[in-house]
């Protein structure tokens, strides 16, 4: 038991580390009633460059059984939320005349979901 918790330590420091680096931030920002909306931004921020929200996922993960599922269950809806913005910007863009960036975006934005695809399909066989 003290094996797995050790290895988890180890493994996920820099997520527990951002965690406690939050926990402080939020608790001086309140103490010194800075702005709630800038706060968050440099929290959201902090976590995408530090990948600590990778670092989350992975945790969740490692619960048997619930975790894969959940993360499944996240991970689907943010392709299509991605790709149903690519169409609504394309829509804007085509009107104001930039109809051939918008194929080119459009074509790199099928190139990264076949990929994506494709790297699923090989980390399931592999």
């Not at 988890?8 to 309140?30: E, M, P, Q, R």
């Amino acid at each position: 038991m003290f094996e797995r918790t050790k290895f988890i330590l180890v493994d996920y420091w820099k997520t527990f580390s951002f965690f406690i680096i939050a926990g402080i931030f939020i608790y001086v920002g309140l103490l010194n009633e800075w702005d709630k909306e800038v706060m968050a931004s440099l929290l959201v921020l902090f976590g995408i460059f530090s990948h600590a929200f990778a670092g989350i996922v992975g945790l969740v993960a490692l619960v048997p059984f619930i975790g894969p599922l959940l993360i499944k269950v996240l991970s689907i809806p943010v392709f299509w939320l991605l790709n149903a913005a690519g169409y609504f910007v394309s829509i804007l863009f085509v009107k104001k005349g930039y109809g051939s960036s918008v194929v080119q975006g459009r074509v790199l934005t099928l190139v990264m979901l076949v990929g994506v695809v494709i790297g699923f399909i090989l980390g399931k066989i592999i």
